[in-house]
Every structure is written in structure tokens, then in C-alpha cells.
Antibody
Framework: EVQLVESGGDLVQPGRSLRLSCVAS????????MHWVRRAPGKGLEWVSG????????GYADSVKGRFTISRDNAKNSLFLQMNSLRAEDMALYYC?????????????????WGQGTTVTVSA | EIVLTQSPDFQSVTPKEKVTITCRAS??????LHWYQHKADQSPKLLIK???QSFSGVPSRFSGSGSGTEFTLTINSLEVEDAATYYC?????????FGQGTKLEIK
């Protein structure tokens, strides 16, 4: 069964850091680009970050650029999101999602497999 | 940054009705536009890829059309289980983005 399982969500104070993880199973992880997408309370889906199959190309939403870092470990079928300088507006359910293709640029494809999400709460 | 604007934001519809949701891009994105269904307490599901290609396992009542800057998701003969929020998503250029969502309520 194709599956993505996120973890690492927690309650953190503004300004602190958190690292999210996503473990993939049921498909050849190293063959696909991956993404992080979030949904804040009462808001819609927001693309956060993406990474190519080999990790050489990454991209970020303007709202997180310079604070978040995406990475992957293909040997461990794992995707990560290092989140620094967290703000109240980063509070959301964070989803890991698999792309249909390998590349992030010049374009990505659609996201065909999604995890259940991990919740990040930012509050003093 | 490419902005996607969906209309309407909300629609209350009856079963068997035909529904049309529009997504407009702030600049041309070719056919790099995808549609997702998101129900509460579930993960988003891919419905349509590349503007008009149905994803595997998606009921045939869902269809998509458009290219460039204007796109449409059509649901023919709406069913109760289609109550959800629908999002368009562009993968044409970074940063990728979603529309604000269209919430469908079933009367």
C-alpha cells in the first residue's frame, strides 16, 4: 500500500524551531519529487515547499522562504521540513505529498498521494 | 508569483445538479493546473491533472477543461458524497500555489 506518514508536529512558542518528518512506503521514494502543503485553521491549502527526486532543486512559498528548509534522505525513504523562527501564522496541519514526477523545475506535476498530516501549534 | 482565483467561494447545491467551479490564473500556466477534493478530517484527493485528465479511480462525473488562464471543474449529477472543498493548484512555476478553495454544501 502506498503510504505517507508525517510526524514531528507539536506545540511550540513563537520564534522556536521544529522539524517535521514524513516516511514513505509502498513506492520507490527516490523516483519522485515531494512537497509539503499546509492548511491553517479556517484557511485553505497552501503550498509550502517542494524538492526534486535527488534533492538538487528546492522551492519555497514566499511566506516561509529563509525560515524553512526542505530536505530528503532517499536511503531512509524520508522527507523533512526544518522550520525555524516559527510564527503564529505558521500554525497549521502540515501534509506531506508525493508528486507524479521527478522534477521540481522547470515545472512539477500533480500531487497524487497525501499523508494524514501533522499538526503544528505556535503559541506562547 | 502566480495567483489562482476560484469562483464561487461557496455554493449550496442539490443532488443531481450540475456544478461548475472556475479557476483563473494571474498569468498563463498552459495546462499545468490540477484539481483536488478535500473533505473534513481527510487528506486532499487528486481529481483532475493537467486541466482535463481524470486521475485514476475518480468517478466520471468529474471533468476538467481550460488552458492558459481560465479553467473549469465540472461535476455532473452531483452526489451527496461530493460535499467538500475543491481547490485548483498550479505547478507551472515556483512558488507553486493553490486557489482559495470552493466549498460545496449539499442541500
Amino acid at each position: 500500500e502506498v503510504q505517507l506518514v508525517e510526524s514531528g508536529g507539536d506545540l511550540v512558542q513563537p520564534g522556536r524551531s521544529l522539524r517535521l518528518s514524513c516516511v514513505a512506503s509502498g513506492f520507490t521514494f527516490e523516483d519522485y519529487a515531494m512537497h509539503w502543503v499546509r492548511r491553517a485553521p479556517g484557511k485553505g491549502l497552501e503550498w509550502v515547499s517542494g524538492i526534486s527526486w535527488d534533492g538538487d532543486n528546492v522551492g519555497y512559498a514566499d511566506s516561509v522562504k529563509g525560515r524553512f528548509t526542505i530536505s530528503r534522505d532517499n536511503a531512509k525513504n524520508s522527507l523533512f521540513l526544518q522550520m525555524n523562527s516559527l510564527r503564529a501564522e505558521d500554525m497549521a496541519l502540515y501534509y506531506c505529498a508525493k508528486d507524479l514526477g521527478q522534477w521540481l523545475t522547470p515545472k512539477a506535476y500533480a500531487m497524487d498521494v497525501w499523508g494524514q498530516g501533522t499538526t503544528v501549534t505556535v503559541s506562547a | 508569483e502566480i495567483v489562482l482565483t476560484q469562483s464561487p467561494d461557496f455554493q449550496s447545491v442539490t443532488p443531481k445538479e450540475k456544478v461548475t467551479i472556475t479557476c483563473r490564473a494571474s498569468q498563463s500556466i498552459g495546462s499545468n493546473l490540477h484539481w483536488y477534493q478535500h473533505k473534513a478530517d481527510q487528506s486532499p484527493k487528486l481529481l483532475i491533472k493537467y486541466a482535463s485528465q481524470s486521475f485514476s479511480g475518480v468517478p466520471s462525473r468529474f471533468s476538467g477543461s481550460g488552458s492558459g488562464t481560465e479553467f473549469t471543474l465540472t461535476i455532473n449529477s452531483l452526489e451527496v458524497e461530493d460535499a467538500a472543498t475543491y481547490y485548483c493548484h498550479q505547478s507551472s512555476s515556483l512558488p507553486y500555489s493553490f486557489g482559495q478553495g470552493t466549498k460545496l454544501e449539499i442541500k
